[in-house]
């Protein structure tokens, strides 16, 4: 079953490939995923995977939207 703490777990590691910080906060992540704050933490709470919010994150960082919800290889998509 996909868990929102595992998919939010990826998209850290994402941005921490791309960014040169150690940590990436919450707010960080809700801020990528263009979504308020205060909803990000209601979500969090009732483990809701925001599907359209993570779709455009993965066209834009060229990530495999398999990979960030069910682990499947691979990681990034190339450019065409």
Do not use: G
Request: hydrophobic residues 40%; positive net charge; contains cysteine.
């Amino acid at each position: 079953m996909i868990d929102f703490k595992t998919v939010m777990q990826r998209i850290r590691v994402i941005l921490l490939d791309q960014k040169e910080q150690k940590k990436i906060l919450d707010r960080e992540i809700a801020s990528i995923l263009k979504l308020d704050p205060q909803y990000f933490a209601v979500i969090k709470k009732r483990n809701k995977i925001p599907y359209e919010a993570i779709a455009y994150f993965c066209e834009e960082y060229h990530v495999n939207m398999n990979w960030l919800l069910l682990d499947q290889k691979p990681k990034y998509l190339t450019k065409i």
